[in-house]
């Protein structure tokens, strides 16, 4: 049997509801407020793309930091353009990675994200059934 | 163009990553100890089925009380279990929904359900790609 990972959603009041999963942390969700909500939380459809960002950045960093590159800082962007129809899936993602360090080789970036989009990353092989997703990077000098 | 949804992560140090949502909203996630992080906020996994839970419990909770049911609580269970290798999708996923309120008709808890797995949640429509999704309810009287 596979891992199982657990999660919740806890109806708080009006169309708030306390995010909870196995790890043991919570997150709030909140509607629109055209949709009824306050919104005082992520909207649900938003936690995808942050999973998806969070995924591919711990696979990004884990290798470029494996191949020994001096990396001060990731940032992974991601921009969802969701269907026009119900149930409105994510139909095009652009994901960008903004890798900052010293001497951080192009090589061993396009690699790390290449490894991390085709093999490791289970958020990207989730939603590149819905949506076709574009990338790109950029490596900036610093701390 | 359909809607767009942003999100980000942010490289804070070790493996721990702050999520960030176009809505506004942060969320801490960071890798388990086993992958060199300290569990200090969600696997990034994990807030795949948060969001789906949360998802279709909004969509739940509307079409209840559109339906003028006299709901009190909503709890949905998520349970997801990963493939054994890489990329590890979810290839299982069992929801739960926990009703509570006064009289609440199981013919519209059935529907509420099966509409939003069918047509309105999103996230649902996005993980079946990779899962086999089983569904159960649980209707308790109460406040």
Redesign the interface.
């Known amino acids: 049997?596979?891992?199982?990972?657990?999660?919740?959603?806890?109806?708080i009041g009006g169309?708030k509801?306390e995010?909870?999963?196995?790890?043991g942390?919570t997150?709030?969700?909140d509607?629109?407020e055209v949709?009824?909500g306050e919104?005082a939380?992520?909207?649900?459809?938003?936690?995808?793309?942050?999973?998806?960002?969070?995924?591919t950045?711990?696979d990004v960093?884990?290798i470029l930091r494996k191949k020994r590159q001096d990396v001060t800082?990731?940032?992974?962007?991601?921009?969802?353009?969701?269907?026009?129809e119900?149930?409105?899936?994510?139909?095009?993602i652009e994901i960008e990675y903004i890798v900052t360090g010293h001497d951080v080789e192009e090589k061993a970036v396009a690699r790390a994200i290449e490894l991390s989009t085709d093999?490791?990353?289970?958020?990207?092989?989730?939603?590149r059934?819905?949506a076709e997703i574009k990338i790109s990077y950029k490596i900036v000098d610093g701390d």
Do not use: Q
């Open positions: 049997m596979g891992e199982i990972k657990e999660a919740k959603a806890t109806l169309m509801f995010g909870w999963a196995g790890s942390h997150v709030m969700m509607a629109e949709h009824g919104g939380g992520f909207r649900p459809m938003e936690l995808l793309l942050v999973g998806l960002a969070g995924c950045a711990m960093i884990s800082g990731l940032e992974v962007r991601v921009r969802g353009e969701r269907a026009d119900h149930p409105k899936v994510y139909k095009n093999k490791y990353c289970g958020a990207t092989a989730t939603l059934h819905t």
